[in-house]
């Protein structure tokens, strides 16, 4: 979303500019409801980005790491990025 600080923490305001981070904002809201209202065992979290093997490589940094290593073992000489203007990734 719309980050209000750097770097972030567990009491950093929401601000989502999304449709999946209201739907993940709410999924979050509701759990801390039912929680709450009705005194049920649930859990929830906030979970932040991170990288991982796993990450598709459409990824900006995927495709970075993947294109450096290719070009390490002689099987790509250079590789092109999109909009490096983008906002999000």
């Not at 600080?5 to 009491?11: D, F, H, R, S, V």
């Not at 601000?15 to 209201?22: E, F």
């Not at 801390?32 to 929830?44: G, L, P």
Request: net charge positive; charged share 25%; proline share 6%.
């Amino acid at each position: 979303g719309k980050v209000q600080e750097i770097p972030q923490k567990e009491t950093t305001p929401f601000y989502p500019r999304s449709p999946y981070g209201c739907a993940k904002l709410f999924a979050y809201w509701i759990v801390t409801n039912y929680r709450e209202a009705y005194n049920m065992y649930a859990c929830n979290g906030i979970l932040f980005n991170h990288e991982s093997p796993r990450r598709g490589e459409n990824f900006v940094t995927r495709k970075i790491t993947r294109s450096v290593s290719k070009i390490s073992l002689g099987q790509l000489q250079f590789f092109e990025l999109g909009n490096l203007d983008s906002k999000r990734d």
